[in-house]
């Protein structure tokens, strides 16, 4: 069992995605926004993060860029979850700092499969 924060300001969406983490049998917890991701990130490291790149507080995207400058995080695997859909966007993200981007919406399965394969249990 993994524990996994899943940040999402979209709640039907969050709420998808853990559960159906939460059906495989890993922990998830979701949080609303990228600030309070790096608060219970920082407090407790969890196994892997998923977060959206669109969020109030703090982007997604700026917070996988914040998490690989911290040494404890550095190799944190994360995942985007998001509504952006271009290539340039993926690139970007890719960049920041993340290691697979899913596009919404999305297949639950498929997002159980990637975070399993992320976590290197596929």
């Known amino acids: 069992m993994a524990r996994i924060i899943i940040a999402d300001d979209d709640e039907i969406v969050g709420e998808i995605a853990r559960d159906a983490l939460i059906a495989a049998g890993h922990g998830a917890g979701l949080v609303k926004d990228g600030a309070e991701a790096l608060r219970v990130i920082k407090a407790r490291r969890p196994d892997l993060v998923i977060l959206d790149c669109n969020m109030p507080e703090l982007s997604g995207v700026l917070l996988v860029q914040e998490l690989r400058k911290m040494p404890d995080f550095a190799d944190l695997p994360v995942m985007m ?35 399993e394969e992320m976590l290197g249990k596929a």
């Open 81 to 115: 979850l998001t509504g952006r859909r271009s290539e340039r966007d993926e690139e970007l993200a890719r960049f920041a700092g993340a290691n697979d981007y899913l596009k919404k919406p999305f297949d639950p399965d498929e997002l159980v499969f990637r975070v």
